[in-house]
């Protein structure tokens, strides 16, 4: 049987309401009901349990023997109930589950997170590295980090950042070259990045036929992380965004031979389910990634691709 047969549950939160009150009419005002709904709501509990449960007086709303001995447990079962809704959100508010892809989130976003618990220490953070932040077949996060170069239909998306590539390599690779003057140079050695990929604009730029280029044998299937690890250890030229690794640049272990940079045309949207919306949470991650993406693109002097309207 279902629970809404053994257990009129409307018609009980009424009659707590009305038995609290001792009046029909603040029931009514404090419930959102019409007098008439309440007094409806009443009878069915009574046809429910075959007895009143008020002795209605004219001056007076006084609980039958039978109303007595229901209020108690009554009151006590929707306390309960507003005890474990009140845990469940409580849960729900503390911890913010955050799905990035592994190099945002190695490279960027897991370095800044203290600074996000900083500003709001009731937040708990739980950070998931996945290279599509957006996994239906895993449990929905509260946000995700989602490259992509459209919104994804059916959630709230905001662009978040774009951004700029150029070819990296160790330098001691470039030692072997005897340096490297020109971007033609670069056609010498082997590359670790996708030869196939959206940076030939690159070379299209510098005015160079990439025709000649030498490709190796690593495929790290676009992961930028595993790229840069590749590069370091000299194994060629990996196309890679100043912004990501300007700590490998700063302590040398890349190089980045030109100054020349191109988009790949893809935007990083944070994105979150529409009910999500008013989430406390989900608001105060949302302005503090903005303004902590905007300082660091600003303190790092790196050039970001003007990112699209929201969606």
Request: glycine letters at 4%; proline letters at 7%; aromatic letters at 8%.
């Amino acid at each position: 049987m279902k629970l809404s047969r053994r257990f009129p549950l409307n018609a009980l939160r009424v009659f707590e309401a009305v038995a609290r009150l001792e009046n029909f009419t603040r029931a009514a005002e404090e419930l959102g009901m019409t007098q008439t709904a309440v007094s409806y709501q009443i009878k069915l509990l009574e046809d429910h349990l075959g007895d009143t449960v008020f002795l209605r007086k004219p001056r007076a709303l006084q609980l039958t023997e039978t109303g007595r001995r229901l209020l108690p447990k009554v009151t006590e079962a929707f306390t309960l109930l507003g005890d474990a809704v009140q845990s469940a959100r409580s849960i729900a508010d503390e911890t913010l589950e955050i799905h990035s892809p592994p190099t945002f989130a190695s490279h960027w976003l897991s370095p800044q997170l203290l600074a996000f618990q900083a500003r709001h220490p009731q937040i708990a953070v739980r950070l998931l590295r996945q290279m599509d932040g957006t996994d239906q077949h895993r449990t929905a996060p509260d946000v995700a980090i989602h490259i992509a170069s459209e919104p994804l239909e059916g959630m709230i998306c905001h662009p978040i950042l774009r951004l700029e590539y150029s070819p990296m390599l160790a330098p001691r690779l470039a030692e072997n070259l005897d340096g490297l003057r020109e971007p033609a140079d670069l056609l010498r050695l082997p590359w670790i990045s996708d030869t196939r990929g959206w940076w030939r604009e690159w070379f299209e730029a510098a005015g160079i036929d990439p025709a000649p280029i030498r490709r190796t044998s690593l495929n790290a299937l676009g992961a930028l992380e595993l790229e840069a690890k590749a590069a370091i250890a000299g194994h060629g030229v990996a196309m890679l965004s100043p912004f990501f690794f300007s700590d490998e640049l700063a302590s040398g272990r890349l190089v980045q031979p030109f100054d020349l940079c191109v988009g790949d045309g893809k935007t990083y949207w944070l994105v979150y389910q529409p009910a999500r919306r008013n989430a406390p949470k989900i608001k105060a991650f949302h302005a503090w990634i903005e303004d902590a993406l905007a300082h660091d693109l600003a303190t790092k002097a790196v050039r970001p691709v003007e990112t699209p309207p929201a969606a």
